[in-house]
Every structure is written in structure tokens, then in C-alpha cells.
């Protein structure tokens, strides 16, 4: 009778996005996409990242899809919120969503100085361009 082998992974989810960032800083992409899918199966974070690695290569249609799986899978994701809302913003589509999407992240971070900075960023950006469309 052959025998089933059930491999567990030693590695943490944390463990596979600081894989997955060392990966991606040194141009190995395969590799970090790797980790971070491996870290997506029990944290939202791994989505996010994924996400970003689309952002950062200019592939905005996945990296929106990224974000909001990552949304769906955690509702408190703060930094997902934000990109999406970036990416709107790049896209030049769906600003008044943005906003909201930005003040969410606000919400959820209030007491985060450094991330409310940026967020507030993203979200002076927005209006900006918000109030740019209209008058156009």
C-alpha cells in the first residue's frame, strides 16, 4: 500500500514575504511572486505584495485585481485601500471611489503618523486630479 506524504512548510507567512521582498530587490521576480503567493494562502499581505510587484512593473490591471483579492481576503488592510486607490488614480478612473478608498485607509491607520501621511499624500493627489476632470 504506497504511503502519503503530507510536506508541511517550515516557513512562516512572514517568512515568505521577507523572501519574497529579498527576491524582488535583487530582480529575481519569479522567485518573489513564488513567496508571496505561498504567503497569500493564510495572509492577505501576500496580495498585497503581489499587488505591489504588479505596480511597480507597470502591470496596473493585475495589480489591481492583487489589491482586491487582498481586500476581499482582509477588510483591515490599510496599504491595500491606498494602492488600489493609487492605481485609480494612475488610471485616471473611478476618483470619487478612490477617495473613499483613501479615507478608509486613513480610518483604519488613524493612529499610524507615518501611514497617515501617506495616505493623506495619495489622497491630496486624488482631489487634485478629481477637481482637475471636472473642470475639463
Not at 488600489?84 to 491607520?109: F, G, P, S, T
Not at 489622497?123 to 478629481?130: A, H, T
Request: net charge neutral; aromatic share 8%.
Amino acid at each position: 500500500m504506497p504511503q502519503i506524504v503530507v510536506l508541511h512548510d517550515p516557513l512562516t507567512p512572514q517568512e515568505h514575504l521577507q523572501l519574497g521582498l529579498n527576491y524582488e530587490k535583487k530582480g529575481l521576480i519569479e522567485e518573489a511572486k513564488k513567496h508571496y503567493e505561498e504567503a497569500s494562502k493564510s495572509d492577505a499581505r501576500g496580495l498585497l505584495f503581489l499587488g505591489n510587484l504588479y505596480l511597480n512593473q507597470g502591470e496596473y490591471d493585475k495589480a489591481e485585481d492583487y489589491y482586491k483579492k487582498a481586500i476581499k481576503k482582509n477588510d483591515k488592510l490599510a496599504d491595500a485601500y491606498n494602492n488600489l486607490a493609487w492605481i485609480y488614480c494612475i488610471k485616471n478612473k473611478n476618483l470619487d471611489e478612490a477617495e473613499d478608498m483613501v479615507k478608509k485607509a486613513l480610518e483604519i491607520e488613524k493612529d499610524n503618523s507615518d501611514k497617515v501621511k501617506i495616505y493623506q499624500d495619495t489622497l491630496e493627489k486624488i482631489k487634485k486630479l478629481n477637481i482637475k476632470n471636472r473642470r475639463e
